[in-house]
C-alpha cells in the first residue's frame, strides 16, 4: 500500500525555504558586525586549534600548549573546511557559519518526526516552526561553536529512542543505530552526559523484567566504542578525561564566591537562588522568542487556564496519553543541563542553552495540542486550519520582533574591540609591543586568530597550565614563568585575577593603552607585566 503524503511535513518544508534563506544572510553578514552580534571569542579557540592541527602544532591554541578544550566532533567538520580553504582567514569561518546554520534548519525536519510520533502531525508542525522561527535557534547557531551540531544528533537520538521504546520486537541494528547516535551526541558536547543517563534510566524503567541489560549492552557498547578513542587521546594528551576549560572555568566562579563567603552560609543560597532567578529570565523565558516577558507570561497564563477550563468542563486530558512519559527523558536531560550550569557551573553562555529552545518546542506542542484537540476537535476543518494558522502566525511574528532586536544589540558588542585590538597586535602598531614580546588575554580567540603571533590563553578554557597556578595563588609567577609580558582584556577582568595572585599583581601592571567598548562591558586595556 502506497504511503499517503504528509501535507504538515510539505508545509514545514516550504517554510524551511525562508527559514535558511533568513539564516543564510545573517551568517554572511558583514563580518565586523557578525563579530559584534553573534559570532563568540569562544567559536576563534576552535578556529585556531583546527588551523594549528592541520599545521603539524596537534591540538593547541597557541601553537605550544596542547589543549582538550574543545568538543571533537565540531573540530572534525572545522578540519576540511579550513584545509581546503584556510589560506584565507575570514572564508572559511563564513563557511562553518552557512554549515552550522544549515543544520540548524534540517533539524526542524527531525523535531516535526519526533513530535509527530510523540503527539501528532498538527504539534509536530507548531513545533518545527517554533524551533525555525525562535530567533535564538538561528542567533545561538552564528556563535560558531558546536550548539547546532548538538542539538541535530539530540533531536536524532531522541527520534530514534522514540521509536526504539515503541518496538517489538527489538532488531539488534536498531539498538547498535541507538548507540552510535548517543555516541556522536556525546562527542558533539559533552554535557550530553546527563541526556545519555536520562536515556539509560528510561530504557532501564521501560525494560525491567525484559532482559533490559542484555537489551542495553549493544546500546552501551557502541555508544563507547564511538566516544573511546576521543577519552583515551583527551587523557594521554592533556592528563584529564573531561575538557580543562570546564574543571578552570568553575574553579574560577566559585572561588570569587568563597572569598568573602563559605558554603556553609546562608549567602550561598541567596547567591545561588538570585543565578536561579536571573537566568530563569535570561535563559528560559527569553529563549521561548518573545521580545517583552510580560507578554509571554500572559500568553502562557491564558493558555493554562483554557486547558484547565477544558478539562473541568469536557473532562478532555489535557496532554495526549503517555505524551509526557515519553518525552520525559528529554525533557528531564535538558532540565539536568540547565540546572547544572544555572546551579552548580556557575557559569552560562547562550550556547549551553540550544537544546533548551528545543525543549521549548516540544513544551509548546504539547500545550497546542492540549487546545487543539480539547477546545477545536469539534469545529470544522476549515476553523482547524485557521487556528493552526493564526497560532503559528502569532509566535512567528512575536519571534520576528526578538530577532530584529536580538540582531541590533547582539550577545557581545564589546568584542569589536577584541578585533581592533588584534589588528593593532598584527600591524605592530603599538610601539612598546615588539614582535618578539608574549602576549596573554583570557578572551583571546579573536586575538589569537588575528593577532599574527603567539597570544597565550589566560582563563585556562584552552590552557590546562593556568588552573594549577591559580589553586596556588600564584597567577603573576605563572606569567612570569610563561614569559607573558602584555595583558589585553577587559580592565574588569585584569583587576579581578588578585584574587588568585600574588599581593603584587596590582602595582606589577602598568597601564600602555586603551580600546573603548561600551560602558557596561569595560574598556579593553593593554598592559605591560613587570
Known sequence: MKKRTDPYLIVLLLAMIPALWVRVRLATAPFQKLVATFLSDDAFYYFGIARNILAGNGASFDGVIPTNGFHPLYMLVLLPIFGALGGDPIVPIYVALILLSATNAVTAVLVYLFVRELIDRRAALVAAVFWLSNPYSAAITLTGVEAALVCLFL?????????????DPIKTSALIRHGLLLGLLFLSRTDSVFILAAVIIDLLILWRG?????RLLPVLGTALAATLPWLIWSLVRTGSLVQISGKTLMFRSHTQ????HSYASTDLLRHVGGLAIRNLDAFLLRLCGFQNTQVLLLVVGVCIGVLLAIRATLGNRIFPEGALRRSAFLLLGVAAIWLFYVLVFWQVKPWYFLSTVLALAVLWALIFHGLDTGYLARKRPAIRVI???VWIAFFAACHWERGVALWKGGFHPWQSAYLDAAFVLRGNKLPRIQQGDLVGAFNAGILGYFGNRRIVNLDGVVNDRVLPAMRQKRFLGYLHDEG????????????EYAIWSEESYGE????VA?????????????????
Not at 484 to 495: P, T
Open 387 to 389: 487556528a493552526l494558522a
Open 484 to 495: 607573558v609580558r602584555y595583558l589585553v582584556d577587559h580592565e574588569g577582568l585584569i583587576d
Open 508 to 511: 606589577s601592571l602598568r597601564f
Open 514 to 530: 586603551r580600546f573603548p567598548t561600551a560602558p557596561f562591558a569595560g574598556d579593553v586595556t593593554v598592559v605591560e607585566v613587570r
Open 257 to 260: 564566591f568563597l572569598e568573602s
Open 155 to 167: 533531536s536524532a537520538a531522541a527520534l530514534s529512542h522514540l521509536r526504539l521504546t515503541r518496538s
Open 210 to 214: 525484559k532482559g533490559a541489560l542484555r
